[in-house]
């Protein structure tokens, strides 16, 4: 193959190994945005991200929580009329948090790390409790704000959402 040099001192081969290389930095780049993307909320409506409505807050049974699926988190409907909404993403490497009913445990499946109805850290490697999301109550229904993530050291009260 020819290796000749064009009038501005670059040769071919150069010219294109410089060409996949900024084709290779562009590809990784658009990959880390999308995992970005994917990883922590944006400002999209509607879906995680944005807000998204859990439904009537009669349609949470006192002492059990339910999955959100398109907003990527859980509504504990506590005892004592409270509502939580917890992001499902395990506070120490981002596992996404399955709830065990039977014994009312968070358990991620990564490290071991178990979670109480509140979030609160009851064993394993996690630093911190579940984060939360603001709740506010939209025409009867509980809306969920996901763009807004919550870090907590601790549970308290304050956090619940009463209607
Ligand atoms: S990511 Fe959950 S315990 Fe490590």
Known sequence: MSDEKNPSGINRRKFLAAGWGVALV???????????????PGKQAGGFGGEVVAGKPQEFKPGTVSLVQGGRYYISALENGGYLAMWWRCTHLGCTVPWVAGEKQFHCPCHGSLYNDKGEVIGGPAPRPLDLFPITLVDGNLVVNTGEPIAREKYDPSQEFHV
């Open 26 to 40: 562009a590809l990784v780049g658009q990959a880390g945005l999308a995992m970005s993307n994917y990883l922590k």
